[in-house]
Every structure is written in C-alpha cells, then in structure tokens.
C-alpha cells in the first residue's frame, strides 16, 4: 500500500497561481502513474492531469491544458501539480492518487487505488 500526503491547496485570486504537492511513502516500488483528481460540490470527481512514474509523459484533461503542469521528483517520491491562470470554476477538493496500472493514460478513478485525504482550492472571482 501507497500513503499519500497532499498539500498547497488554499484560497487565490482568478489569475492567480497554486502549486499541489503530493509526497508518497510505502510501496512505491510498484506505481507506474501518479494522477491528480478534483471534485467541486455536488459534482463528480474528474480527471485532471497524469505523469507516468518512469520516463514522465504527461496527460491532461481539457480543462487544464496549457494552465496546469504535473511534474515529479522521484527522489523525493512526490509529485506536483502547478495551476496558472486559475479560474472561479477550477474551485474543488483535489486529490492524488497512484495507479500500478501499466496502460496509458489513465483518466478513470477506478484505474487507481491509494488516494490522498484531499486539498481544498478556492478561486474567488
């Protein structure tokens, strides 16, 4: 089993600039991708963005594409989640999670199996 420990949620200006960081502990010997989730309220949890633990390619959802940047430090088994340009309706409870999943990309939550507790991004307008 992955633990994983997320932080830099908080509560920014639209335009404004966040960075998510994700650190790992345990069993990362076995992850292959690292994915970041959100879930505003009332809404279902979406994809946002992915990086493959091994070689870094990147995948995106649209709504982050050209404002969002996942980034990894394997030595430091933590990934990172930088949010430019954030806008009043990218306010939701963002999530990391691992998949050992070795199919690419890996957009659905039920491709991953250890999830973070969540950190809280507000956009105010």
């Known amino acids: 089993q992955v633990q994983l420990v997320e932080s830099g949620g908080g509560l920014v200006q639209a335009g404004g600039s966040l960075r998510l960081s994700c650190a790992a502990s345990g069993r990362t010997f076995s992850v292959y991708a690292m994915g970041w989730f959100r879930q505003a309220p009332g809404k279902e949890r979406e994809f946002v963005a992915a990086i493959r633990w091994s070689g870094g390619s990147t995948y995106y959802a649209d709504s982050g594409k050209g404002r969002f940047t996942i980034s990894r430090d394997n030595a430091k088994n933590t990934v990172y989640l930088q949010m430019n340009s954030l806008k009043p309706e990218d306010t939701a409870v963002y999530y990391c999670?691992?998949?050992?999943?070795?199919?690419?990309?890996?957009?659905?939550?039920?491709?991953?199996?250890?999830w973070g507790q969540g950190t809280q991004v507000t956009v105010s307008s």
């Open positions: 999670a691992i998949s050992s999943h070795t199919i690419w990309p890996l957009t659905t939550r039920n491709m991953y199996a250890d």
